[in-house]
């Protein structure tokens, strides 16, 4: 038994490739596909598709491959800590230099206080980029915190534009 429109099924075509035919259910199936360039071509797609399947070789993972890729991982892992480990302590070192200078300027004159302020917005703004450089790595490790935080902050504003939404319309009409 062929299917509704006389010809074979995919699954017809690949069990006679298989040599698995059905006796009851595959009746005339070996002689359709003889007689039918439709289906005979279906069946040797199916051929080409195993004999390329067959020709592919997959390659051999060192033993040590998920050890090593998980070693990597770990390595850039703590690297990032160790980046935003320095962000952080370049900008509290900032700040902290910056107080020690305004209140030393307070002794040695404005002058001597703008070039000082000046230096240490410098080194701020290298601390501000290794900061950014962060950033993205930190977000990405935060972004399921972050939508549960958006998620959870959307909720209240969602409940109150949907208490909102009738009583404008009962007092619109
Ligand atoms: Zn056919």
Redesign the pocket.
Known sequence: M?NVS???TEAQAQRLLEQSLDPDTDRGVEE?AAA?A??GALVESFRALDDALDGLTVPELPADFTSQVMARVDDIERASARERRWAFGIAAAVLLVAAASLAAAGATGLGNAVSTVSEQLDLAGRALRVGFGVLPGLLSALRLQLLLATTALSLPVLYGLSRLMPAARTESI
């Open positions: 062929t006389g010809h074979l359709h039918c439709g289906c």
